[in-house]
């Protein structure tokens, strides 16, 4: 793997790229209705799908772009399905779980692959699937569990209580959410990928990559 920090450079110059910008916006929109589609269970507490959307674009972009657009998705979400007031820790919150799945997935970090081949011959790089599952478990455990379990407990969205308490009422919850959202991420990452590389720019001109 590449500097941790050159990475982060590498995604901000993702920025001067119009496809970047492209794609980028098109999976907010997707991210955006996938939202509105999200299962209200309480008032602050629904489960959604639109974290799929913002893993494509850390995997495909990075994490500087990654954590630009989890708090753009994460403004454009409450304009399209508001819940509550609309509050900013959570928009960074946003963002920080974005960078998170560009940090763990981007294509351009340089990650070693790991290759299986099967009993036809054919090699299959598994990497990017135990990459996914970590990024999501990151995820759970850092942005559901700790960050907003904190700031639900700040704002008085869940009764005071200790720290411990309050993130265990929550695990069986997200350990679900985890169990649904991990064979999700297998499916939709690699057809992203692949996507994403047959109408590249260089592939269209009929150059080999």
Same mark, same amino acid.
């Given at each position: ?8 450079? $590498? ?32 008032? @602050? ?55 998170? @799945?560009?940090?763990?997935? @981007? ?23 135990? $990459? ?22 700040? @704002? ?46 260089? $592939? ?6």
């Amino acid at each position: 793997m590449k500097s941790f920090f050159g990475m982060y450079v $590498r995604s901000a110059k993702e920025f001067t790229k119009l496809r970047t910008i492209v794609i980028t916006g098109l999976f907010i929109a997707v991210s955006a209705v996938l939202e509105m589609f999200s299962i209200n269970i309480t008032q @602050y507490l629904k489960i959604n799908f639109a974290f799929l959307a913002i893993a494509v674009i850390g995997m495909l972009f990075g994490p500087t772009v990654g954590f630009a657009a989890g708090i753009i998705c994460d403004v454009i979400g409450y304009m399209v399905n508001p819940t509550g007031g609309f509050l900013p820790a959570y928009t960074l919150v946003a963002g920080l779980q974005g960078m998170i @799945y560009g940090c763990w997935l @981007y294509i351009g970090a340089g990650w070693k692959p790991l290759m299986k081949t099967s009993d036809s011959g054919k090699s299959f790089d598994f990497s990017l699937l135990l $990459r996914a599952a970590a990024a999501r478990l990151t995820d759970v455990i850092v942005i559901n569990l700790l960050c907003n379990t904190y700031l639900n407990m700040h @704002y008085g969205f869940i009764p005071k209580q200790s720290m411990a308490a309050a993130v265990t009422a929550r695990v069986l919850k997200n350990a679900l959410e985890l169990a649904a959202d991990i064979p999700l991420l297998f499916v939709i990452l690699p057809a992203s990928l692949i996507a994403y590389k047959q109408f590249s720019p260089k $592939r269209a001109a009929g150059v080999q990559e």
